[in-house]
C-alpha cells in the first residue's frame, strides 16, 4: 500500500520581461543576451535614413496607424528579437491594449498582456479551477493549490501528508484505515499497513500480530501452529487440554 506520489514546487509561474529603455542598458543586455524590448524613436530621415527604411510595423495590414511603413519622425517605436512596431501597435494579441509601459509575455509569435496571458494559460487548481500563481502541488498529473488538496474524507490539508488514495481519490492516513483497511479479528482496529505494521491473515480473517494470541492461554501464536475452534483459535496445548 505505496503512498502517492506528490510533487512539489508545480511549475507556473509567469514569466514577465520588462522592456528596458536607455542605450547603456540596452547595450548590456544585448551581451548578456537578455531577452528585452526596445523603445526607441524615429529621428528626421537624414540622421537615420537606413533604419527608418527597414521599418515595418509588424501588425502589417492591421497597422494602427495604417501605414506599416510609417517613420513619421517623434513617432515611438518598438523592437522584440527581430520584429518592430509602432509603440501603438505593440499590444496584447487578446485584449489590443497597448502594453505601453507594462511588462508583456511573449509567447510563440504571439504578445500578450499579463492577465490575458494568466487567463489563457495559467495553471489552474482541478478542484476549485482558480489560478495557481505560487507553489501548487501535482497528484495524477494534475495541479491543486496547497489547501485545496485535501482528504476526501476530512478535508484535512494532504500537502506534505502521508496519504493513500482509492479510486484516484486521496486520504489521510487515519481516514484510509478507518475507511477501507482490513480489520483487526480481535480488536476490530483497523490494519493499516503503513508503517510496516506486520499482520497474520488466514482465511478471511486478520490479525494484529500483537492480537493473534491463543483465546484461552493468551500467549502469542505467532510463528506457532493453531487450532481454530469455532471463532476462536487455540494453541495446540489448550487444545489438548481440551480434549481430555
Ligand atoms: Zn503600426
Ligand atoms: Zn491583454
Ligand atoms: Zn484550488
Ligand atoms: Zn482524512
Ligand atoms: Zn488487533
Ligand atoms: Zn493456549
Known amino acids: 500500500m505505496a503512498a502517492d506520489y506528490l510533487a512539489n514546487d508545480l511549475n507556473s509561474r509567469l514569466r514577465l520581461t520588462t522592456k ?16 528585452i524590448a526596445v523603445l526607441s524613436m524615429f529621428l528626421p530621415m537624414q540622421s537615420r535614413q537606413e533604419e527608418n527604411n527597414q521599418f515595418r510595423c509588424a501588425l502589417g495590414y492591421a497597422c494602427k496607424l495604417g501605414n506599416a511603413r510609417d517613420v513619421t519622425p517623434g513617432t515611438k517605436k518598438m523592437e522584440y528579437k527581430t520584429r518592430q512596431w509602432h509603440e501603438k501597435c505593440f499590444c496584447c494579441c487578446v ?7 507594462k511588462s508583456f509575455i511573449p509567447r510563440e509569435q504571439e504578445i500578450y498582456c499579463a492577465g490575458c496571458y494568466e ?3 495559467a495553471t489552474r487548481c482541478i478542484k476549485c479551477n482558480k489560478i495557481i500563481t505560487s507553489g501548487g502541488v501535482t497528484y495524477k498529473n494534475e495541479p491543486w493549490h496547497r489547501e485545496c488538496f485535501t482528504c476526501t474524507h476530512c478535508s484535512t490539508s494532504l500537502a506534505g ?3 493513500t488514495s482509492r479510486d484516484d481519490k486521496p486520504y489521510c492516513a487515519d481516514c484510509f484505515g478507518e475507511l477501507f483497511a482490513k480489520r483487526c479479528t480481535a480488536c476490530v482496529k483497523p490494519i493499516t499497513g503503513i508503517g510496516g505494521t506486520r499482520f497474520i491473515s488466514f482465511e478471511d480473517r486478520h490479525w494484529h500480530n500483537d492480537c493473534f494470541i491463543c483465546a484461552l492461554c493468551k500467549t502469542s501464536l505467532v510463528g ?8 476462536d483459535i487455540i494453541c495446540p496445548e489448550c487444545a489438548k487440554q481440551k480434549l481430555i
Open 20 to 35: 528596458t529603455v536607455g542605450g547603456e542598458r540596452i547595450r548590456k543586455a544585448k551581451d548578456n543576451n537578455e531577452e
Open 95 to 101: 485584449c489590443k491594449t497597448p502594453i505601453g509601459t
Open 119 to 121: 487567463e489563457k494559460y
Open 161 to 163: 501528508q502521508r496519504f
Open 224 to 231: 506457532r501452529g493453531f487450532i481454530t475452534d469455532a471463532t
